[in-house]
């Protein structure tokens, strides 16, 4: 193999590491979108946890509702866009989400069942008040009405 056959060769391998990385950064996290039918999923694989009493499944879920995968950059920014000035409304009702999310994890943890239905309120409260106040802003073209 000649040198500057080596050297192309280099090249082009750093091209194709270079595109990958930065084709992963801007990628990078899922749309909205998905993360919605996972939570739509998590809440219910919740709710059958709850009929069953099985509170080690009740706390995995809630807690994986709380910690759900955070949108990639690009998204967040066309949110945040859609959003405008009611970004503190949003960000409240997301921060009302998560928090009873972990909270009723925790009740969970303690097999409180009390809190445990308390916080599954405030969670379901929090979803339908965003879709409520922000679905027309924020929808894609191809999603059907909620
Ligand atoms: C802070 C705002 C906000 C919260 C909180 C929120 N959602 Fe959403 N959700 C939206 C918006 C906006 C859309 C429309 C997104 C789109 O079409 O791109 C949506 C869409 C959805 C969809 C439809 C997805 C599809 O396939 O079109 C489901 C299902 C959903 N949400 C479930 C939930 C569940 C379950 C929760 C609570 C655990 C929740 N959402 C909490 C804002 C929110």
Not at 13 to 40: H, S, Y
Not at 121 to 131: D, E, I, K, L, S
Request: with cysteine.
């Amino acid at each position: 193999m000649t040198l500057s056959h080596t050297v192309r060769r280099a090249a082009l391998a750093l091209v194709t590491v270079a595109w990958l990385a930065g084709g992963a950064a801007a990628q990078e996290g899922p749309a909205f979108k998905e993360i919605m039918q996972g939570l739509a999923e998590d809440m219910n694989h919740l709710n059958a946890a709850i009929f069953a009493e099985n509170f080690e499944a009740i706390e995995r879920y809630a807690s994986a509702i709380a910690h759900h995968p955070r949108p990639s950059p690009a998204e967040r920014a066309r949110l945040m866009e859609a959003v405008g000035p009611r970004v503190e409304l949003f960000q409240s009702i997301d921060h009302s989400v998560h928090g009873g999310a972990g909270e009723m994890a925790e009740a969970a943890g303690v097999g409180d069942m009390d809190g445990v239905l308390r916080y599954h309120a405030r969670v379901m409260q929090g979803c339908v008040a965003c879709h409520a106040a922000f679905r027309d802003e924020l929808m894609q073209p191809d999603t059907p009405k909620l």
